[in-house]
């Protein structure tokens, strides 16, 4: 009887089959994702998850929007993980607009999640390769009425994120992953709709560009959010695991899209 642990190739392999309804294997990718496969707790039937890379000084990216990449080798493969784990993975129109991204489990096995952007005033262009390459489904939410779809995306119109999420767990896409940018993790947060968050710290120290959280000023330090946190080494960077438990800042009141 071989009682080593399993390797990490083997280990996600059963992450995998635990997504569509297997047993979850033991081992540290377990431990760091098993939340992501339980049932839903919030009444909108969801399970969202966030996540963000910052320098040890908490920036997102340089004052002109440059991100790529701050996490290192291990950060991208973590990243890739959650998309094939998830359902859903959701970004906003920043993001889309300086990255340009696929949203694709290229790094890892595993299917690609259906892609949603947040684009509140609909100026994004059907140019970007999430609305033309093919590669999953994508939605596009918005606030703005129009067309019925942007390129290839099907177009959904709600007013705020809880909105959104009951839209999206009506079409059986429960487990949501928010990947970023700072502004839509910022959102999601205010309004009280992220189960867990995933903030991995790089060794970088930038001394200036955009902070990883927007929220409204706090004037007392009881203004701000406390929690527990779980520390995983991942390569040369820091990830954070924070159970939310959709807890907000008592300063925030909004759940619109940004």
């Known amino acids: 009887m071989n009682d080593a642990p399993p390797t990490e190739d083997t280990e ?16 540290q990718l377990a431990a760091l994702f098993a939340p992501i496969l339980t049932a839903p707790q919030a009444t909108d039937g969801c399970i969202v998850i966030g996540r963000l890379a910052q320098t040890l000084d908490g920036r997102i990216a340089c004052t002109n929007g440059a991100s790529q990449w701050i996490g290192g ?9 959650l998309r094939a784990l998830c359902d859903v993975v959701l970004v906003g129109a920043g ?13 890892v096995s595993g299917p690609n999640p259906v892609r949603v952007v947040l684009d ?5 262009p059907a140019t970007h390769k999430v609305f033309c390459d093919g590669a999953a489904p994508t939605l596009l939410a918005t606030i703005t009425p129009g067309a019925a779809t942007h390129g290839q995306a099907e177009v959904l119109v709600h007013a705020d994120l809880p909105g959104l999420l009951r839209g999206l767990a009506a ?7 928010v990947e970023g940018g700072g502004r839509t993790i910022s959102a999601f947060l205010a309004a009280g709709c992220l189960d867990r968050l995933h903030l991995t710290v790089a060794p970088i120290i930038l001394g200036s560009g955009i902070p990883a959280f927007s929220l409204p000023q706090a ?3 009881d203004d701000g959010l406390r929690f527990n946190w779980t520390p995983h080494r991942i390569g040369e960077d820091m990830l954070f695991d924070i159970a939310l438990g959709r807890a907000r800042p008592g300063i925030c009141t909004e759940g619109k899209l940004p």
């Open 95 to 107: 993001t889309v607009h300086h990255d340009d991204p696929r949203l694709t489990t290229r790094e």
């Open 219 to 221: 004037a007392r330090i």
């Open 171 to 177: 079409r059986g896409l429960t487990k949501i992953f």
């Open 73 to 81: 080798r291990g950060d991208i493969l973590h990243t890739h993980r």
């Open 120 to 124: 509140p005033g609909r100026r994004l």
């Open 12 to 27: 996600w392999t059963a992450l995998l089959a635990a997504r569509r309804g297997g047993a979850l294997p033991p081992g």
